[in-house]
């Protein structure tokens, strides 16, 4: 049986969301708020104008939890997605303190985009491009893999 993180975790999904907003506070965020609608958790925070947002995705969670039944299932993917988040965004945070992150960099993935749908996780923007085939590179590691090329060996 596979290790799932935070299977046996206690904390409610309403205290990991509070424990994350507390630890963005802290790390210089200038506001946080939580929205609970139709039962999905969605933490928002600003960084110096810059919109955030943090929802803990339960996909990887749901059919790899053992001895739930199905209608515990659900809840407990969904506090241990929260556990887990809460566990990734601490890790981020300390690495800010740290002074080996800015905010920026920590937590880009979670920039919030204006489109014309309306705002959208930077994240999920530049997945779609990767794997659309659409990004735009910028030739940067083409340029170190030419220059740190591995000398050929002689045949013979």
Not at 21 to 30: E, K, N, Q, V, Y
Not at 45 to 63: L, M, S
Not at 83 to 105: N, Q, T, W, Y
């Amino acid at each position: 049986m596979a290790y799932i993180p935070f299977q046996n975790t206690k904390i409610s999904v309403v205290d990991s969301a509070s424990k994350i907003m507390a630890m963005l506070s802290d790390t210089g965020f200038d506001e946080t708020a939580q929205v609970n609608k139709s039962g999905e958790i969605k933490i928002y925070a600003r960084y110096k104008g810059a919109e955030f947002q943090f929802v803990a995705n339960i996909t990887g969670f749901v059919d790899k939890l053992p001895c739930y039944k199905s209608e515990n299932r659900k809840e407990r993917a969904r506090q241990c997605a929260w556990a887990f988040l809460r566990s990734h965004v601490k890790m981020i945070c300390d690495s800010i303190k740290l002074g080996m992150l800015s905010p920026m960099e920590g937590f880009s993935g979670y920039l919030l985009l204006n489109t014309r749908d309306g705002p959208v996780p930077m994240a999920e923007v530049l997945i779609q491009q990767i794997e659309s085939g659409t990004f735009k590179k910028t030739g940067t590691l083409d340029q170190l893999f030419i220059e740190h090329k591995p000398a050929e060996k002689e045949r013979g």
